[in-house]
């Protein structure tokens, strides 16, 4: 019973004694610091690179299915002419697709570059003049 009677007494005579000597003070109110509104900036490049990368995938597949076609010919011709010339079809129509496939994604990769990767529209190359500077300086 003693130390929970000398426990009270001691945090009573604890609360009633001011931190440091001081009583404590409102806080004032922080003063409001308007943010700066960020230019508006156009993504009109992207979603054209997105637009031309998606359309070029597309193709590829496209012209992939038509080299398949024409492959099917070929394999049922027996005149040696017409094997030649259907062999050279679809040889173009498989490069056209692979070319088209990597231009495709590369369009989409730089569309996603262009929309959500890169900074905000900086000095990109400058010409600096000086004893302690580069010539020309580029950033990506």
Known sequence: MRPLVAGLLMAGLL???PAAGARAQAAGAFPEIPLPTPPRVSHTWAYV?????AGLVGASFALAGQADD???E???ETDPAAIQRLYDRTTLYDRLSSGTLLGGEALLATGIYLRFLRGP???RA???LGP???GVSLRF
């Open 15 to 17: 609360g009633s004694i």
């Open 49 to 53: 690179s997105l637009a031309a990368g």
């Open 70 to 72: 024409i492959y099917a």
């Open 74 to 76: 070929y394999l049922n």
């Open 121 to 123: 529209n900086a000095a």
């Open 126 to 128: 400058r010409l600096a």
């Open 132 to 134: 302690r500077s580069c």
